[in-house]
């Protein structure tokens, strides 16, 4: 029951009562004054009854004192008495209005005429006395009948109080008992109403209204300060507390969505936060490296529930190769081939997992783990692969991670195609077309760097020409003599390998430029190339064309002259190189003026 329907309940009851203890307590005067009256009554009856007596006595002692001695004094105050006796008699002739009973009002007449006899017995003794008849005065005052008047008049009276008595008394102890039983329920009716509430104030303000809302007090003061962790008891009652109750778990319930979704909220900032930084940095790259290191410092970021691999693919397009990792994801290859994956065949991600209904991509081991492939795409062109692998113990990629991750795809290819074409761009700047060895562009750009940066390293310059090149033109046409110019720089890049770098410098002459060499360790270096060349058979087109020699002229720095006149010193050996009769190696620190 609600509080307002047990209020009202309560407020009727109170009423109720209120009014039925007054009506009590009305009742209880009424009957009190019924008492008052009942005892005027009695007082009244007994007193007129007990006073006419007294006058018929006074009255006879009068007459009696008169016939006695003879004063006059005694006959006015016989008179006197005679006229109140009568007065008397007019009252009790009205006693009904006293609520007398016909058995009372009987006695009452008995009364009269007893007093009537005995009255004129008195008054005949007056006149005998009168007429000097003193002897039949006396006679009459003190003799038999006027005893037996006396007696009977006095019987009467003694019977009218006690009916007077017998009837006022019970009268009375009817009124008491009304009065005391009217008085008693007026208090029992006072008790309920206090009872009642009593019982409203504890049960109703305290234990349904005081107690649940001091509880609900703090709760309430923790909710506004959004301390959403407070616990809310369930309170069942159909009531405005329990309404109330209703209300704070609701605001209670959106509080915590609402904080789930800010979380959400702030979280996907977050992401796309450290997307955009990363985008950013994508475009910064200089190289694939750069690339690798920044896809693996931020994926676990944005991802952390998810470890990783990223792959590009090689220039032959015939298989994939991993250039970056993070969180060591356990079930994928480190290299593959394109059709191996679901993704590259489809050219759109593809989710692989055995516990699925759909087919897992091959370069995966059979593992219940979720993997997901997200292929590298730019301008149509497939150029590489995101695969990414759930965790053990976390969750996996759900819709918006899904969609974020394609995003991050889509700007890791198109920077992973940039890297490519600018490559592509700086080589086609460096690199000789024919020979795919670097240019002389990239020659002057290296020794521009050594001039700057290495004053007091040793370098080591070889300058080589190809000995009669023109026969190879003349003799077996300029095809053949691009395959001998391919054949001799493959021998010194291969030859040369880290130690320097083998230039294409013009025509069929090439430099090689050895960082950190002595002239002797280039003389070393020089001779193994031009024996390696000379010591390789040439063929083209299934003829044997013959050797092929080369001339060297090698110079060095510092000790022998600055790196600006580097290739100058060394061209002027291999021309020495050239004049001596080719297929040798001249130093040019033995022509030099030193030397």
Known sequence: MRINEITNWAYGFTVLLTALSGAAFMLSANSANQERIAVEQHLALDGLAKHLALVAEERTDEARLYVIRGHERHFEAFAAKENEERNLEHTIERIKEFGASDEELRVLQSVGAAADALDSTEQAAVAAYRRNDVSGARQLLFGPEHERL???LLGQVEQFSTLTNARTGQALE????????????????LALTAALFLGVLYFILKRRISMPLTRMTGIVRRLANQDYTVDVPIDRRQDEIGDMHQAIQIFRTNGIERDRMDAERRQDQQTKDLILQMMHRLQACQNRQELADIVSRFAPQIFPNLAGHLYVMNDGRTSLFRIGTWLEPQHCSETFAPDACWALRRGHAHISNS??????????????????????????????????????GHQGVNEASRLYLELIAENIGLATANLQLRE???SLATSDALTGLLNRRSLDEALNHLARDNRDEAVACLMIDIDHFKRFNDNYGHDAGDVVMQHVGQIMRDTVGKAGKVFRFGGEEFTVLLPQATEAQGLELAE???????ATP?????RILGSVTISVGAASSPQDGPVTTLVTRADAALF???????NRTVAASVYSPAA
């Open 174 to 189: 009817v009124a008491r008992i009304r009065s005391d039983w009217l008085g008693l329920a007026a208090k029992v009716m």
């Open 150 to 152: 006396q007696a009977l």
């Open 424 to 426: 592509r761009l700086t």
């Open 355 to 392: 516990a699925h209904d759909d087919i897992p991509c091959h370069h995966l081991d059979n593992h219940v783990t979720a993997g997901l492939c997200v292929p590298l795409m730019a301008q149509g062109d497939t150029i590489g692969l995101l695969y990414f692998e759930e965790r053990e």
């Open 528 to 534: 193994r190339l031009r024996e390696q060349i000379a």
């Open 576 to 582: 020495r190189a050239k004049s001596g009769g080719r």
């Open 538 to 542: 040439f063929s083209h087109r299934g």
